[in-house]
T-cell receptor, first 111, second 114 residues
Framework: NAGVTQTPKFRVLKTGQSMTLLCAQD?????MYWYRQDPGMGLRLIHY???????AKGEVPDGYNVSRLKKQNFLLGLESAAPSQTSVYFC??????????FGSGTRLTVV | AQSVAQPEDQVNVAEGNPLTVKCTYS??????LFWYVQYPNRGLQFLLK??????LVKGSYGFEAEFNKSQTSFHLKKPSALVSDSALYFC????????????FGPGTRLSVLP
């Protein structure tokens, strides 16, 4: 049972490099989210999507872009990575907002 | 706007004793409340939720939570703690006046001592 799959699981970037994190869900959920988790700050919403072709900004969107070209996929892009973007990134999906299913996370280090 | 507070960064309890992890919330509409648990190097796992109905909600692994509207609280409880319950616990709220997004608390680290 897959649920929500995130790739890659780990990544080290140099400052200024770009990368894309992929989130895929197989539950036919309409809503998808990208969060970052930092010590003592809980989870903060970066961007979210309420359906295929839609995206919206969350609490901390600066420095990130997203796309949802297919219902099952939600991509998070960093155009020019900064050390402040060192974090653990979680993708989640939801059906009608009655609870999230989370991926296992991507640990990103920007040096 | 919606918000969640978890007033304790860390809770320590002896194995076999009851445990409580506190959560208070603020919403303008009706709250949907959730507890999630995170084990080291893992994603968040769903424990239980309150949407409507009975104020006492039972969830996974023997956990339960009580919705208290007057105190705007949703504390997580377990009658007898296990060492394997040691993890990071997150409370989350969704305000039905603000669409589908959830707000998470900062998390409480539970340590169950043998």
């Amino acid at each position: 049972n897959a649920g929500v799959t995130q790739t890659p699981k780990f990544r080290v970037l140099k400052t200024g490099q770009s990368m894309t994190l992929l989130c895929a869900q197989d539950m036919n959920h309409e809503y998808m989210y990208w969060y970052r988790q930092d010590p003592g700050m809980g989870l903060r919403l970066i961007h979210y999507s309420v359906g295929e072709g839609t995206t919206a900004k969350g609490e901390v969107p600066d420095g990130y872009n997203v796309s949802r070209l297919k219902k099952q996929n939600f991509l998070l892009g960093l155009e020019s990575a900064a050390p402040s973007q060192t974090s653990v990134y979680f993708c989640a999906s939801s059906d009608a907002g009655y609870g999230y299913t989370f991926g296992s996370g991507t640990r990103l280090t920007v040096v | 706007a919606q918000s969640v507070a978890q007033p304790e960064d860390q809770v320590n309890v002896a194995e076999g004793n009851p445990l409580t992890v506190k959560c208070t919330y603020s919403v303008s509409g009706n709250p949907y409340l959730f507890w999630y648990v995170q084990y080291p190097n893992r994603g968040l796992q769903f424990l239980l939720k309150y949407i409507t109905g009975d104020n006492l909600v039972k969830g996974s692994y023997g956990f339960e939570a009580e919705f208290n509207k007057s105190q705007t609280s949703f504390h997580l409880k377990k009658p007898s703690a296990l060492v394997s319950d040691s993890a990071l616990y997150f409370c989350a709220v969704r305000d039905d006046n603000y669409g589908q997004n959830f707000v998470f608390g900062p998390g409480t680290r539970l340590s169950v001592l043998p």
